[in-house]
Every structure is written in structure tokens, then in C-alpha cells.
């Protein structure tokens, strides 16, 4: 079984600060890796991915993220933090494994918080 | 707009009814999926379709849910006898089966709420 965890609630950070959401995951063999952002009464938009290769992926909006496998860990960051950036994050794990294994197993989310 | 599309964006429902949701992927995506979300979970997955066969359905696809792919194009979703415990976020998602391809694109979704 696959699974995503989002230790955090709630982070909270003055925006042109760095900002840091946490994952972590549990899958059979090689991950494929992925976070969304969801605003208030939109669906989930895709902002970047860890299949294979570097372990530092860029994405949308300025964002990045670490994979880390013996951490089994996929932190999201940003080195300055927008107020436009609040909105709910989730991480997202699948199996390496094509076919019938095609599902993603989502986090229950972190709520990013930016202020002025 | 080329992205996922999905209707209704609301529906409400009394208990015991049935509902259809209907979803349009992306065009050239061969791939689609249904998932559901309630109030401070993330999605989960119901339903997958590689063009028009169902190749996996989650146990929290009771009897009462039914999904179809007609032709590979878009889907529909329906729940019958509509309970309480129905009302969520249905999601739909459409990717390519391209090697690497792998992320998924999420529609609006359909908010059901059932009294």
C-alpha cells in the first residue's frame, strides 16, 4: 500500500520569507512524486514532479522541491514567499509501476499561510 | 479552454436519489480518473480508465456508484440512492499513458450535497 504524510496542519510565513511544506511517503519500490495546490473552490493544480534524475525539481511559481530516498521525504519550498502563495498544498505519491497502479495516493494537506 | 471539465459544479440532492456527474478530459488524454474529496481530506481515488475500459476501481466504489467511459472520450459518474454520507468533492483527472507523462490534470470539480 501507498501512502503520503503531511505532518503539518498549518504553516505559517511573513511573506520574502523561505517557505518549507513537509511530505513524506511510503510506496513499493521507485516513487513518482508530486505536489498540487488547491485554492478556495478550485480543483488541484499541478506544480511539479519528481519522477527520476535530479533530486531538486523545479516547478510553477517560482516553487521546488527536494526528494530525499532515504528520507523518504519530499519537502516543497520557496525561497521568498508570496501572499498570493496561500493556499492548500497536497503531496501525492504513485507506484512506479504502470497500469493498474496509475492511482495517486494523496496527503491530507498543509494549509501555507503567508502574511504581510 | 483546453482543461478538464466538469458538470454539474453543484448538485443537491435529497437521500435516496440519483445523481450523474459528467466529466470532459483533455483531448488528446487517454487516461481518466474519479476521485473524491471531503471537507480537510485529500483526494481519494475511486475509478481509472485507460480510453474506455475501467482497469481499477477503489473498495470505496460501492455498489451504488457506477462509472462509464463511452468511446474513450468523456465520463460520467453516477450514484444511486444517494446517502448522507455521499456529500464530497467528486474530482475527475485526465493524463497521458506517455512514458514520464505521469502527472494528472484535475478538473474543477463537482461539489454534491445530499439532505
Known amino acids: 500500500a501507498q501512502s503520503v504524510a503531511q505532518p503539518e496542519d498549518q504553516v505559517n510565513v511573513a511573506e520574502g520569507n523561505p517557505l518549507t511544506v513537509k511530505c513524506t511517503y511510503s510506496v513499493s519500490g521507485n516513487p513518482y512524486l508530486f505536489w498540487y495546490v488547491q485554492y478556495p473552490n478550485r480543483g488541484l493544480q499541478f506544480l511539479l514532479k519528481y519522477i527520476t534524475g535530479d533530486n531538486l525539481v523545479k516547478g510553477s511559481y517560482g516553487f521546488e522541491a527536494e526528494f530525499n530516498k532515504s528520507q523518504t521525504s519530499f519537502h516543497l519550498k520557496k525561497p521568498s514567499a508570496l501572499v498570493s502563495d496561500s493556499a492548500l498544498y497536497f503531496c501525492?505519491?504513485?507506484?512506479?509501476?504502470?497500469?493498474?497502479?496509475?492511482?495517486?495516493?494523496f496527503g491530507t494537506g498543509t494549509r501555507l499561510q503567508v502574511t504581510l | 479552454d483546453t482543461g478538464v471539465s466538469q458538470n454539474p459544479r453543484h448538485k443537491i440532492t435529497k437521500r435516496g436519489q440519483n445523481v450523474t456527474f459528467r466529466c470532459d478530459p483533455i483531448?488528446?488524454?487517454?487516461?481518466l480518473y474519479w476521485y473524491r474529496q471531503t471537507l480537510g481530506q485529500g483526494p481519494e481515488f475511486l475509478t481509472y480508465f485507460q480510453n474506455e475500459a475501467q482497469l481499477e476501481k477503489s473498495r470505496l466504489l460501492s455498489d451504488r456508484f457506477s462509472a462509464e467511459r463511452p468511446k474513450g472520450s468523456f465520463s460520467t459518474l453516477e450514484i444511486q440512492r444517494t446517502e448522507q454520507g455521499d456529500s464530497a468533492m467528486y474530482l475527475c483527472a485526465s493524463s497521458l499513458s506517455r512514458q514520464g507523462a505521469y502527472e494528472q490534470y484535475f478538473g474543477p470539480g463537482t461539489r454534491l450535497t445530499v439532505t
Open positions: 501525492a505519491v504513485r507506484s512506479y509501476r504502470t497500469g493498474t497502479a496509475s492511482k495517486l495516493t
Open positions: 483531448s488528446e488524454h487517454n487516461r
